[in-house]
């Protein structure tokens, strides 16, 4: 979860240099519930939570 996490949040700094704030926000968005989600559920349902929000970003990036 680290590494995706970490990938997202370097994703959305390099978006700041393109000033597409749309996915900017998006980005932070994933970045925020995926750290959320963390602390707040079950081990065992944290990767579907997590594919779940790459799933959504992808399907607005697209």
Same mark, same amino acid.
Not at 32 to 50: A, C, F, H, P, W
């Given at each position: 979860?680290?590494?995706?996490?970490?990938?997202?949040?370097?994703?959305?700094?390099?978006?700041?240099?393109?000033? =597409?704030?749309?996915?900017?926000?998006?980005?932070?968005?994933? =970045?925020?519930?995926?750290?959320?989600?963390?602390?707040?559920?079950?081990?065992?349902?944290?990767?579907?939570?997590?594919?779940?929000?790459?799933?959504?970003?992808?399907?607005?990036?697209?």
């Amino acid at each position: 979860m680290d590494e995706i996490q970490s990938s997202i949040y370097e994703a959305e700094h390099q978006i700041l240099a393109l000033e =597409e704030k749309w996915l900017k926000e998006l980005l932070f968005d994933a =970045e925020n519930q995926i750290e959320l989600n963390r602390y707040t559920i079950d081990s065992e349902k944290l990767e579907q939570s997590v594919e779940l929000i790459i799933k959504n970003i992808m399907t607005k990036i697209s």
